[in-house]
């Protein structure tokens, strides 16, 4: 089968630079509905900007971000707000509102964007912590949270619309074991239940690999390599390898680029 | 040579960058300020601010207000006296208070206690993503966070004001009359005959309004606009209550001059 027929974004001849740092050089990405596709690369490579680019909260130098069609970088302020209903996403740090208990800040998005009795949408609330296993912590604020479960009511929030596309920035950083396993869990079981479309960023290579239907390798602002797990472990670019394989020096230096290592000790000594 | 050049470049890009921050800020306020009011959802969020940056902020205003107020009682009577001119020193109290030191006192105050708390959350909010993951949820920030806020800060500061000098009055009231034996009937008619509504209450109530406008717009944007690491959030934070204090006294001074300076 193809991944490509249905694709739910389409990503084409895209470039952005930060100042004088030029991140994506013109890129195409195509993102195919109802799939998990994992965006990786080593840190820095601005993995995390895509996901901006995406939600149209930075805008590109060039090129288009086509979701359903609707040109994002192009969009006014209204209409991206309107597009940005279709999205849910899942920040690194979970980005809960810290006044708000969770049961507020799950409910929040279904408040601003429906309007629903509040019977309902506590119901709707519960549902949602029911699927990341919190419902019992609903009264609870944030600040009471470990960084697990904040990530989880962080999730449970991002799906409360059931969106079309959820994007999950990092999700596995600074997870003790227990909680990446049922984080990895959580989002293999949502998108084949909600039958939505999750865009994942991480360096975690394991986890990753483990419930990707696709995946691409960024680096040095472009797709170096792409395709199914099976595809990349077959891939024998020795830059894709070292990322793969987690081997320290490789394409990718150990070393920050420096001045010859005898000269610059012997520098110190007159 | 190059030195010189370095220098005008210096003050050039100086010029620029301050600009733009003032272009930045204008928009953060106009986007924030310029929409289709919902008073259903914005209502209770200004109430909400209105308690944190107002009310809160009571207990430094009144125990400043009575201080400042028994100073000048003080004060004015020991200058007075030596003209056997103690009664007017409701006058002087009164005057001193309403057309100057209410408004900019409490601004100043209101610079340093809600100001800065002001710039420190929403600097945080920023730090923690909360921003950006109320701009995915498809509400605006600037709507959401930053008007509440400076609605609340420009509604409270006149206010503030007219409780400063309320009970700065009182306190002037408290050392001249009851502590040093002026007469209380020519205190008061003495402060009644020489105080105007219009040239002194009012004026002091603009300025107090204009403060607000200034100190909640500057600790709204160096929030929104700060640099979001604990260090960024902390010079944002001391950048408000600089800001706001120098706006406060510069601004203080060309109001002054606008309205009393025909005198």
Known sequence: MDFFDDTIIDIQQLTFSRGERVIYNNVDIKIPRGKITAIMGPSGTGKTTLLKLIGGQIKPDSGSILLDGDDIPRLGRKQLFNVREKMGMLFQSGALFTDMTVFENVAFPIRIHTDLPDDMIRDVVLMKLQAVGLRGASRLMPSELSGGMARRVALARAIALDPQLVMYDEPFTGQDPIAMGVLVNLIKRLNNALGHTSIIVSHDIQETLGIADYIYLIADSKVIAQGTPEELKHVVSSQVRQFMEGLPDGPVPFHFPADDYYTDLMKGHG | ?263
Do not use: C
Not at chain 2, 138 to 155: H, K, M, N
Not at chain 2, 180 to 204: H, K, R, T
């Open chain 2, 1 to 263: 040579m190059k030195a010189l050049i370095d220098w005008v470049q210096g003050i050039g890009s100086d010029t620029l960058h301050r600009l733009s921050a003032l272009g930045r800020a204008g928009l953060i306020l106009a986007q924030a300020l310029i929409a289709r009011p919902t008073p259903a959802q914005s209502f209770p969020l200004l109430i909400r601010q209105l308690y944190f940056v107002g009310v809160l902020s009571l207990i430094i205003i009144v125990v400043s207000g009575l201080f400042i107020g028994m100073v000048l009682g003080l004060q004015g009577y020991t200058i007075l006296v030596d003209y056997g001119s103690e009664q007017a020193v409701g006058q002087m109290v009164a005057l001193s208070l309403v057309r100057e030191l209410a408004p900019v006192v409490t601004a100043l105050l209101f610079a340093g206690r809600a100001g800065s708390a002001l710039t420190a959350e929403i600097g945080l909010m920023k730090a923690t993503e909360q921003l950006s993951s109320m701009e995915m949820i498809g509400v605006d920030p600037l709507r959401r966070i930053i008007a509440p806020r400076f609605w609340a800060g420009f509604i409270s500061l006149p206010i503030l004001a007219m409780i400063f000098s309320a009970v700065g009055i009182w306190g002037g009231m408290l050392v001249g009359v009851d502590w040093l034996g002026i007469y209380e009937g020519s205190f008061w008619a003495n402060m009644q005959n020489s105080v105007d509504f219009f040239d002194d209450v009012v004026n002091g109530l603009i300025k107090a309004q204009v403060f607000g406008l200034v100190v909640t717009w500057i600790a709204v944007y160096q929030g929104y606009d700060s640099v979001p690491t604990s260090e960024g959030i902390s010079q944002a934070t001391t950048k408000t209550v600089v800001y706001s204090s120098l706006a406060v006294l510069g601004v203080d001074f060309i109001l002054t001059a606008l309205m009393f300076g025909d005198l």
